[in-house]
């Protein structure tokens, strides 16, 4: 158990709806990451925070959007849903802008 | 920019044999390395990390990896393969990027071990 939680586990959603992933840090963790892991695309870095504040971005579509809330959680908001949407969604967290992140056991969203 | 490269999507060993997983990386600052196993259905579990000093780091299960400057490589290894081991696994470095610090990770190598 890495510390990080991820909900939900599962996601079963319609092309065109709108869906928010959420993701709680290990304690002490000031930074989160958003990736996307498909067959096709392997594992690709979407987006950044730290400490409520957007660091990076990666290949986050703009139909895409995250933040980090004071308490440092994030959510993740996909919408306008796409069959190729369908992937595992990791959120990951590491104590500052270092060097190891610890990843969450992930979000299956499954695009119908 | 950095970029990783996994020699073999696929890896086949027998119980007990050296497990001998590939990676190349390439980097304009000095780098970090991290070794990542992920299990069917589950998220990815930190294996080893490379930061600076000792160039032989070992990690969780019996895995170690060297870090080659002059190769650009650090292959993961580990002498004898458990049924346990089969997972897949991801070769990741990490640098500074635009007042961020980023990983970028590898395509991955399933390990298959062959009772």
């Known amino acids: 158990d890495s510390g990080v939680t991820q909900t939900p586990k599962h996601l079963i959603t319609a092309t065109g709806q709108r869906v928010t992933l959420r993701c709680s840090p290990r304690?002490?963790?000031?930074?989160v990451y958003w990736y996307q892991q498909s067959l096709d695309q392997g594992l690709q870095f979407l987006i950044q925070?730290?400490?409520?504040?957007?660091?990076a971005k990666g290949n986050i579509l703009e139909r895409f959007s995250a933040q980090q809330f004071p308490d440092l959680h994030s959510e993740l908001n996909l919408s306008s849903l796409e069959l190729g949407d369908s992937a595992l969604y990791f959120c990951?967290?590491?104590?500052?802008?270092?060097?190891?992140?610890?990843f969450g056991p992930g979000t299956r969203l499954t695009v119908t | 920019a950095q970029s990783v490269t996994q020699l073999g999507s696929h890896v086949s060993v027998s119980e007990g044999a050296l497990v001998l997983l590939r990676c190349n990386y390439s980097?304009?600052?000095?780098?970090?390395l991290f070794w990542y196993v992920q299990y069917p259905n589950q998220g990815l579990q930190l294996l080893l990390k490379?930061?600076?000093?000792?160039?032989l780091v070992k990690g969780i299960n019996g895995f170690e990896a060297e870090f080659k400057k002059s190769e650009t490589s650090f292959h993961l290894t580990k002498p004898s393969a458990h049924m346990s081991d089969a997972a897949e696994y991801f070769c990741?470095?990490?640098?500074?990027?635009?007042?961020?610090?980023?990983?970028?990770f590898g395509k991955g190598t399933k390990l298959s071990v062959i009772p």
């Open positions: 990951a967290s590491s104590v500052d802008q270092g060097r190891e992140q610890y």
């Open positions: 304690s002490g963790d000031l930074s």
């Open positions: 925070y730290y400490n409520g504040e957007e660091r």
């Open positions: 980097s304009s600052v000095p780098p970090y």
């Open positions: 490379y930061t600076t000093g000792a160039t």
């Open positions: 990741a470095v990490g640098a500074p990027r635009a007042g961020s610090y980023q990983l970028t």
